[in-house]
T-cell receptor
Framework: DQQVKQNSPSLSVQEGRISILNCDYTNSMFDYFLWYKKYPAEGPTFLISISSIKDKNEDGRFTVFLNKSAKHLSLHIVPSQPGDSAVYFCAANRNQGGKLIFGQGTELSVKP | EPEVTQTPSHQVTQMGQEVILRCVPISNHLYFYWYRQILGQKVEFLVSFYNNEISEKSEIFDDQFSVERPDGSNFTLKIRSTKLEDSAMYFC??????????????FGSGTQLSVL
């Protein structure tokens, strides 16, 4: 049951450039989307979120874009820094307060 | 910043043994969750807990699993008879309330369970 999919298991980017991480979902009932960042041996840490009533949310170097018609969201990191190297999980839920459904994660590596 | 704490960080057990994973959610939070991540796979939902009862559980959360909030601070996951396939990182999470500003979950650092 892959309601949330991250099709790229890994991404490598040069420091200072843009990182774009993609996520697709199948359940049109999802109304809230989140990105989490995870370092090895640590729990996921919340990064940024977006409600389905918006198409963009920005927080510093991080911007999330939501395309509801395509059931697609993306996370942009500009400029990328070596400390951004981690696994990034896309997650979604519906009916405010429900469980989070996670994607498989994308491992981002930012090279100095 | 308040955080979710989990103990132990690592647990090694023999197949068939019972294990209890412990969590202390953020103190004013109302909703509690257990997730797990098998090595190399996605983070999977196990169970959610609110108002002293299970509000939702996944297919993974069978009769071998149980959760409890024995006092005002701890939230535990018990696996009665562990199987090899239970080996995973188990994450506890909590969130505040029903308002939209409380949607995000705060995760603990996890307990790595190894069943031998």
């Amino acid at each position: 049951d892959q309601q949330v999919k991250q099709n790229s298991p890994s991404l490598s980017v040069q420091e200072g450039r843009i990182s774009i991480l993609n996520c697709d979902y199948t359940n049109s009932m999802f109304d809230y989307f989140l990105w989490y960042k995870k370092y090895p041996a640590e729990g996921p840490t919340f990064l940024i979120s977006i409600s389905s009533i918006k198409d963009k949310n920005e927080d510093g170097r991080f911007t999330v874009f939501l395309n509801k018609s395509a059931k697609h969201l993306s996370l942009h990191i500009v400029p990328s820094q070596p400390g951004d190297s981690a696994v990034y999980f896309c997650a979604a839920n519906r009916n405010q307060g429900g469980k989070l459904i996670f994607g498989q994660g994308t491992e981002l590596s930012v090279k100095p | 910043e308040p955080e979710v704490t989990q103990t132990p960080s690592h647990q090694v057990t023999q197949m068939g043994q019972e294990v209890i994973l412990r969590c202390v959610p953020i103190s004013n939070h109302l909703y509690f969750y257990w997730y797990r991540q098998i090595l190399g796979q996605k983070v999977e939902f196990l169970v959610s807990f609110y108002n002293n009862e299970i509000s939702e559980k996944s297919e993974i959360f069978d009769d071998q699993f149980s959760v409890e909030r024995p006092d005002g601070s701890n939230f535990t996951l018990k696996i009665r008879s562990t199987k090899l396939e239970d080996s995973a990182m188990y994450f506890c999470a909590s969130r505040g309330g029903a308002a939209a500003t409380n949607e995000k979950l705060f995760f603990g650092s996890g307990t790595q369970l190894s069943v031998l």
